[in-house]
Protein backbone atom coordinates (compact mmCIF):
# COMPACT_ATOMS: atom_id res chain seq x y z
CA UNK A 1 0.00 0.00 0.00
CA UNK A 2 2.91 2.87 0.12
CA UNK A 3 4.54 2.20 -3.06
CA UNK A 4 4.10 1.28 -6.93
CA UNK A 5 4.29 -2.67 -7.19
CA UNK A 6 4.39 -3.97 -11.11
CA UNK A 7 3.45 -7.75 -10.03
CA UNK A 8 4.82 -9.13 -12.93
CA UNK A 9 7.97 -8.00 -13.01
CA UNK A 10 8.57 -9.72 -9.89
CA UNK A 11 7.74 -13.44 -11.89
CA UNK A 12 5.90 -14.75 -8.80
CA UNK A 13 3.59 -17.26 -8.98
CA UNK A 14 1.56 -15.34 -6.47
CA UNK A 15 1.17 -11.55 -4.48
CA UNK A 16 -1.18 -11.23 -1.55
CA UNK A 17 -2.09 -7.76 -0.19
CA UNK A 18 -4.28 -6.82 2.85
CA UNK A 19 -7.66 -4.67 2.30
CA UNK A 20 -7.37 -2.49 5.94
CA UNK A 21 -3.70 -1.70 5.22
CA UNK A 22 -4.29 -0.30 1.96
CA UNK A 23 -7.49 2.30 3.77
CA UNK A 24 -10.17 -0.78 2.63
CA UNK A 25 -12.43 -2.36 4.90
CA UNK A 26 -11.12 -4.95 7.25
CA UNK A 27 -11.40 -8.93 6.19
CA UNK A 28 -10.65 -7.81 2.47
CA UNK A 29 -7.71 -8.73 0.74
CA UNK A 30 -6.09 -9.83 -2.80
CA UNK A 31 -4.88 -12.86 -4.30
CA UNK A 32 -2.89 -12.43 -7.52
CA UNK A 33 -2.39 -15.40 -9.30
CA UNK A 34 -0.13 -16.11 -12.29
CA UNK A 35 -2.63 -17.76 -14.42
CA UNK A 36 -0.88 -20.99 -15.10
CA UNK A 37 -0.42 -21.36 -11.28
CA UNK A 38 -4.19 -21.11 -10.70
CA UNK A 39 -4.75 -23.67 -13.61
CA UNK A 40 -2.79 -26.02 -11.56
CA UNK A 41 -4.84 -25.58 -8.62
CA UNK A 42 -7.73 -27.64 -7.12
CA UNK A 43 -10.43 -25.99 -5.77
CA UNK A 44 -10.15 -25.50 -1.89
CA UNK A 45 -14.09 -24.66 -1.27
CA UNK A 46 -17.08 -26.32 -2.67
CA UNK A 47 -20.20 -23.91 -3.60
CA UNK A 48 -21.90 -21.60 -5.79
CA UNK A 49 -20.48 -20.44 -8.97
CA UNK A 50 -17.12 -22.88 -8.77
CA UNK A 51 -18.79 -26.04 -10.50
CA UNK A 52 -19.04 -26.08 -14.34
CA UNK A 53 -20.81 -29.67 -14.36
CA UNK A 54 -22.09 -32.42 -11.76
CA UNK A 55 -22.95 -35.65 -12.23
CA UNK A 56 -23.27 -38.63 -9.80
CA UNK A 57 -19.94 -39.83 -10.96
CA UNK A 58 -17.98 -36.35 -11.54
CA UNK A 59 -17.70 -32.81 -11.34
CA UNK A 60 -15.56 -30.70 -13.12
CA UNK A 61 -14.86 -26.80 -11.80
CA UNK A 62 -14.74 -23.51 -13.38
CA UNK A 63 -11.39 -22.08 -14.80
CA UNK A 64 -10.16 -19.55 -12.50
CA UNK A 65 -10.66 -17.35 -10.62
CA UNK A 66 -14.82 -18.70 -10.39
CA UNK A 67 -12.96 -22.47 -9.43
CA UNK A 68 -11.99 -20.60 -6.22
CA UNK A 69 -15.13 -18.25 -5.60
CA UNK A 70 -17.40 -20.71 -4.19
CA UNK A 71 -20.87 -19.63 -2.74
CA UNK A 72 -21.81 -15.63 -2.26
CA UNK A 73 -19.15 -13.59 -2.26
CA UNK A 74 -17.85 -11.16 0.41
CA UNK A 75 -19.86 -8.31 -2.21
CA UNK A 76 -19.65 -5.26 0.17
CA UNK A 77 -15.76 -5.62 1.08
CA UNK A 78 -15.03 -6.07 -1.98
CA UNK A 79 -17.17 -2.64 -3.11
CA UNK A 80 -15.05 -1.00 -0.29
CA UNK A 81 -11.73 -2.44 -1.18
CA UNK A 82 -12.00 -1.65 -4.88
CA UNK A 83 -12.93 2.18 -3.63
CA UNK A 84 -10.22 2.30 -1.79
CA UNK A 85 -7.43 0.72 -4.82
CA UNK A 86 -9.33 3.07 -6.84
CA UNK A 87 -8.55 6.54 -4.14
CA UNK A 88 -5.10 5.38 -3.98
CA UNK A 89 -4.61 4.89 -7.76
CA UNK A 90 -6.04 8.67 -8.19
CA UNK A 91 -4.09 9.36 -5.63
CA UNK A 92 -0.80 7.93 -7.70
CA UNK A 93 1.24 5.41 -5.86
CA UNK A 94 4.33 7.48 -6.91
CA UNK A 95 2.97 10.08 -4.55
CA UNK A 96 1.91 8.09 -2.05
CA UNK A 97 5.77 6.68 -1.61
CA UNK A 98 7.65 10.10 -2.39
CA UNK A 99 4.78 11.32 0.61
CA UNK A 100 6.08 8.53 2.64
CA UNK A 101 9.41 9.17 2.30
CA UNK A 102 9.80 12.61 3.02
CA UNK A 103 7.38 12.23 6.23
CA UNK A 104 9.80 9.15 7.47
CA UNK A 105 13.06 11.56 6.96
CA UNK A 106 11.53 13.87 8.72
CA UNK A 107 10.34 11.59 11.99
CA UNK A 108 13.73 9.92 12.02
CA UNK A 109 15.23 13.24 12.43
CA UNK A 110 12.88 13.84 15.33
CA UNK A 111 12.95 11.12 17.02
CA UNK A 112 16.64 11.20 17.47
CA UNK A 113 15.98 14.18 19.53
CA UNK A 114 14.41 11.85 21.89
CA UNK A 115 17.43 10.71 25.02
CA UNK A 116 17.09 6.87 25.55
CA UNK A 117 14.99 6.50 22.50
CA UNK A 118 16.15 3.27 20.51
CA UNK A 119 15.31 2.84 16.33
CA UNK A 120 15.11 -0.20 14.88
CA UNK A 121 15.38 -1.02 10.76
CA UNK A 122 17.92 0.15 8.24
CA UNK A 123 17.71 4.05 7.02
CA UNK A 124 17.93 3.46 3.33
CA UNK A 125 16.40 4.51 0.12
CA UNK A 126 13.89 1.59 0.41
CA UNK A 127 12.17 1.90 4.25
CA UNK A 128 8.60 2.83 4.36
CA UNK A 129 6.91 4.91 6.42
CA UNK A 130 7.36 3.01 9.73
CA UNK A 131 9.14 3.06 12.96
CA UNK A 132 9.96 0.16 15.67
CA UNK A 133 11.10 1.62 18.70
CA UNK A 134 11.44 1.37 22.32
CA UNK A 135 12.09 3.64 25.18
CA UNK A 136 14.90 2.72 27.56
CA UNK A 137 14.12 -0.58 29.18
CA UNK A 138 10.22 0.66 29.16
CA UNK A 139 8.04 -2.05 28.47
CA UNK A 140 6.54 -0.95 25.14
CA UNK A 141 2.77 -2.08 26.87
CA UNK A 142 3.68 0.82 29.20
CA UNK A 143 4.91 3.16 26.95
CA UNK A 144 1.83 2.82 24.55
CA UNK A 145 -0.64 3.64 27.09
CA UNK A 146 1.37 6.77 28.23
CA UNK A 147 1.42 8.16 24.54
CA UNK A 148 -2.18 6.63 24.35
CA UNK A 149 -3.45 9.10 27.24
CA UNK A 150 -1.64 11.79 25.53
CA UNK A 151 -3.96 10.90 22.16
CA UNK A 152 -1.12 9.28 20.55
CA UNK A 153 -1.78 6.02 18.57
CA UNK A 154 0.70 3.23 18.19
CA UNK A 155 1.07 -0.27 18.21
CA UNK A 156 2.79 -2.70 20.40
CA UNK A 157 4.23 -6.45 20.89
CA UNK A 158 6.45 -8.37 18.18
CA UNK A 159 4.15 -7.47 15.05
CA UNK A 160 4.56 -11.14 13.61
CA UNK A 161 7.98 -10.99 13.77
CA UNK A 162 8.60 -13.18 17.05
CA UNK A 163 12.12 -14.35 15.41
CA UNK A 164 13.13 -10.95 14.39
CA UNK A 165 12.61 -9.61 17.97
CA UNK A 166 14.67 -12.55 19.72
CA UNK A 167 17.57 -11.52 17.01
CA UNK A 168 17.52 -8.28 17.88
CA UNK A 169 17.01 -9.25 21.51
CA UNK A 170 14.20 -7.66 22.90
CA UNK A 171 10.67 -9.08 23.61
CA UNK A 172 8.56 -6.41 21.64
CA UNK A 173 8.68 -3.03 20.44
CA UNK A 174 6.54 -0.27 19.92
CA UNK A 175 5.93 0.75 16.25
CA UNK A 176 4.45 3.88 14.59
CA UNK A 177 2.94 3.66 10.94
CA UNK A 178 3.26 6.52 8.87
CA UNK A 179 0.63 7.09 5.76
CA UNK A 180 -1.49 9.60 3.37
CA UNK A 181 -3.62 10.75 6.40
CA UNK A 182 -0.64 11.76 8.27
CA UNK A 183 1.44 14.94 8.56
CA UNK A 184 4.03 16.34 10.41
CA UNK A 185 2.26 18.06 12.95
CA UNK A 186 1.14 14.21 13.83
CA UNK A 187 5.19 13.39 14.01
CA UNK A 188 5.64 16.43 16.41
CA UNK A 189 3.08 15.39 18.64
CA UNK A 190 4.53 11.84 18.75
CA UNK A 191 7.47 13.34 19.49
CA UNK A 192 6.23 15.98 22.39
CA UNK A 193 4.29 12.40 23.56
CA UNK A 194 7.87 10.68 23.47
CA UNK A 195 9.12 13.41 25.77
CA UNK A 196 5.95 13.97 28.18
CA UNK A 197 6.42 10.07 28.46
CA UNK A 198 9.78 9.82 29.62
CA UNK A 199 9.43 12.49 32.24
CA UNK A 200 6.73 10.55 33.50
CA UNK A 201 8.68 7.26 33.60
CA UNK A 202 12.00 8.49 34.12
CA UNK A 203 12.64 6.57 37.29
CA UNK A 204 12.05 3.48 35.53
CA UNK A 205 14.27 3.55 32.78
Same mark, same amino acid.
Given at each position: ??????? /????????????? =??????????? !???????????????????? *????? *????????????????????????????????????? *??? !? @????????? @????? =??????????????? /?????????????????????????? @?? /???????????????????? /?????????????????? @??????????? !??
Amino acid at each position: PHLPVRV /RELNADFYALSGH =KMLGPTGAGVL !WGDSEALKALPPFLGGGSMI *EEVTI *ERSSYAPPPQRFEAGTPAIAEAVGLGAAAGYLMDLGM *EQV !W @AHDRALLKY @ALERL =KEVPDLHLYGPEGPD /RGGVIAFNLGSLHPHDLATALDDRGV @AV /RTGHHCAQPLHRRLGVAATA /RASFYVYNTRDDVDRLVE @ALFEARAFFKD !WL
